[in-house]
């Protein structure tokens, strides 16, 4: 299975300042198709699953902008601009190039 | 707008079987296919098997393969997730999200869930 390795697991963040998380593979997640199937999941507190961000960097319909993502091959990275205390919560990167695994999670908190 | 409305919460006893239901709605059913995910009190995400609703083919994650069965009924656009010789911990919450038609993973995989489906299994 390829292990998804995420750090850090717990982020205090203060409000309007910038997050980063990272995600490492232990397999490259590029795709024979020639796409990299790495999307970013939140979870806030006593909800489902949403997913923000497919195929590396692309943002889904709704997700504000403060949210981008970007890395290639087995290190990638999201990053929230300015937190907003609505984005507390667990974040998880996934990829799906080969049999589905998951990142650790990290919480992120305001400080 | 689309939609994954999943049953409700279930109590088992070890041994016992459980069956979750996703009911689709606000899009082309048989176009996709549906991952099913669990996660226990507490912890992370785990993929657990796909299924296609174009063709019915399945693939199932190594660690319940044998235990666990997906099915889909187009007629109704309901998935279905089977778990069979439940143990304690198979107490998770169990979500459906959507998924590709020909295989897991692609550009519009995962990008719509469930609410979720408590499963608790205890004597």
């Known amino acids: 299975d390829v292990v998804m390795t995420q750090s850090p697991l717990s982020l205090p963040v203060t409000l309007g300042q910038p997050a980063s998380i990272s995600c490492r593979s232990s397999q490259s997640l590029v795709h024979s198709d020639g796409n990299t199937y790495l999307y970013w999941l939140q979870q806030r507190p006593g909800q489902s699953p949403r997913r923000l961000i497919y195929t590396v960097s692309n943002r889904d319909s709704g997700v504000p902008d403060r949210f981008s993502g970007s890395g290639s091959g087995t290190d990638f990275t999201l990053r929230i601009s300015r937190v907003e205390a609505e984005d507390v919560g667990v974040y998880y990167c996934?990829?799906?190039?080969?049999?589905?695994?998951f990142g650790q999670g990290t919480k992120v908190e305001i400080k | 707008q689309v939609r994954l409305v999943q049953s409700g919460a279930e109590v088992k006893k070890p041994g016992a079987s459980v069956k979750v239901s996703c009911k689709s709605s606000g899009y082309t059913f048989s176009r996709y296919g549906m991952s099913w995910v669990r996660q226990a009190p507490g912890q992370g995400l785990e993929w657990l098997g796909w299924?296609?609703?174009?063709?019915?083919?399945?693939n199932y994650e190594q660690k319940v393969q044998g235990r666990v069965t997906l099915t889909t009924d187009t007629s109704t656009s309901t998935a279905y997730m089977e778990l069979r010789s439940l143990k304690s911990d198979d107490t998770a919450a169990y979500y459906c999200?959507?998924?590709?038609?020909?295989?897991?993973?692609?550009?519009?995989?995962?990008?719509?869930w469930g609410q979720g489906t408590m499963v608790t299994v205890s004597s």
């Open positions: 999200t959507r998924d590709g038609a020909i295989s897991f993973g692609g550009i519009g995989s995962f990008d719509v």
């Open positions: 996934m990829q799906g190039t080969h049999w589905p695994t």
């Open positions: 299924i296609s609703a174009y063709n019915g083919n399945t």
